[in-house]
């Protein structure tokens, strides 16, 4: 899975150039992740307007966004019901901007945490929902 998926390349032309250019580097970490633990269905589509990964059976789905709104941002989004965004700021404090229970914000300026974006895409590629005990 290399070929970008037509519905992304016209959502990353609609973006500026610098934030086309970090979501198709985060592409590529999420892609790598899934092979690296043996995931070969990586489904690639726009859910809610956004760019997003997820395996065909099994975990959830990571989006990405750029906003106007936070033009120096690129937004990673989890499930709201997941506790992805709660782990991630427990083992990458630093790494994000985080709004939790959701969004996870990078700076474009600034370099790719590649060990912690991996990580999320590892995590939620193989998450499993925790359902309490009653």
Not at 48 to 76: I, V
Request: glycine share 2%; aromatic share 12%.
């Amino acid at each position: 899975m290399t070929d970008l998926h037509p519905d992304l390349v016209h959502k990353f032309q609609t973006w500026p150039a610098d934030a086309a250019q970090y979501a198709s580097e985060i592409r590529a970490l999420f892609i790598q992740t899934a092979q690296d633990i043996d995931i070969r269905n990586l489904e690639e589509s726009l859910k809610w307007g956004e760019p997003a990964w997820r395996p065909k059976k099994g975990g959830t789905t990571l989006r990405a966004a750029w906003s106007a709104k936070t033009p120096n941002e690129m937004g990673l989004f989890v499930d709201c019901k997941s506790d992805l965004c709660a782990r991630m700021q427990s083992d990458f404090p630093n790494d994000f901007r985080f709004v939790a229970p959701r969004a996870m914000y990078l700076q474009l300026a600034q370099p790719i945490p590649t060990r912690a974006v991996m990580y999320l895409a590892q995590i939620a590629f193989r998450y499993k929902r925790v359902i309490p005990a009653c």
